[in-house]
């Protein structure tokens, strides 16, 4: 009767003992996700910061003016790229910068319509050829 009772003690410690590593790899696993999560909220926040520290700026020299925007370019030594454009913007007329984006703009507009105009080229060459050599073929 012991025997019995032997062998059904093994089997389930057996169970268990696969049933703890599986709670461990699951734990191991969660805790990972966790980490995950962590870094992606703060990146979020980060990112969310970010954001309000440009829109705080952008209000305060609405406010304030040149001085402002020329004092902070003289105390601030790292700055990001969207105060830089900003400062480039400062003592321009709203023409003058609209002038340079939309020249901007064409730019990229003529670069794309460049890029499509030689894959449309590129297309009717092998079409060509493909008839021809179908042609060569049948013929």
Do not use: P
């Amino acid at each position: 009767m012991s025997e019995g009772f032997s062998g059904l003690k093994s089997v389930v410690e057996a169970k268990l003992g696969d049933m703890d590593v599986r709670m461990s790899k699951f734990e191991k696993n969660q805790r990972q996700l966790r980490r995950r999560a962590k870094k992606i909220e703060e990146k979020l926040t980060s990112i969310e910061s970010n954001k309000n520290e440009e829109r705080n700026y952008e209000i305060m020299v609405e406010l304030k003016g040149r001085k402002t925007v020329r004092r902070l370019r003289k105390t601030r030594k790292t700055v990001s790229l969207a105060r830089k454009r900003m400062w480039s913007r400062v003592g321009k007329t709203v023409r003058m910068v609209r002038k340079k984006t939309m020249r901007r703009v064409k730019k990229r507009k003529i670069k794309n319509l460049k890029k499509t105009k030689k894959t449309v080229t590129l297309l009717r060459k092998a079409k060509n050829t493909w008839r021809n050599h179908m042609e060569k073929v049948l013929c």
